[in-house]
Nanobody, 119 residues
Framework: QVQLVESGGGLVQPGDSLRLSCAAS????????MGWFRQAPGKEREFVAA????????FYTDSAKGRFTISRDNARKMVYLQMNSLKSEDTAVYYC????????????WGQGTLVTVSS
């Protein structure tokens, strides 16, 4: 199974950019679909973006389209979430997650990294 560790969160102002990173360990990283989720205070965790094993296919929630970009580097076992034009409503704990392609359930999760967008 893959282990995941997020980093890159912090306090930024509206309109700023931030890049989150997710470091994975395990020999089979390239076999996993990778996703980013977030959980805002008082709300349920929600899907943000996902990327296929080779990186060819990407998926975004509507609020992330045009502002966020998910990418991966299989050689480095890294997944990234580039977030631009951040809004206060993007404030949340962001989680990296992994699933095998044949399953709809994400089986591995990181501990999360907090992103706060505030002026």
């Amino acid at each position: 199974q893959v282990q995941l560790v997020e980093s890159g969160g912090g306090l930024v102002q509206p309109g700023d950019s931030l890049r989150l990173s997710c470091a994975a360990s395990g020999r089979t990283f390239r076999n996993y679909y990778m996703g980013w989720f977030r959980q805002a205070p008082g709300k349920e965790r929600e899907f943000v973006a996902a990327i296929s094993q080779t990186g060819i296919n990407t998926f975004y929630t509507d609020s992330a389209k045009g502002r966020f970009t998910i990418s991966r580097d299989n050689a480095r076992k890294m997944v990234y979430l580039q977030m631009n034009s951040l809004k206060s409503e993007d404030t949340a704990v962001y989680y990296c997650a992994a699933r095998i392609p044949t399953s709809s359930d994400y089986e591995a999760w990181g501990q999360g990294t907090l992103v706060t967008v505030s002026s």
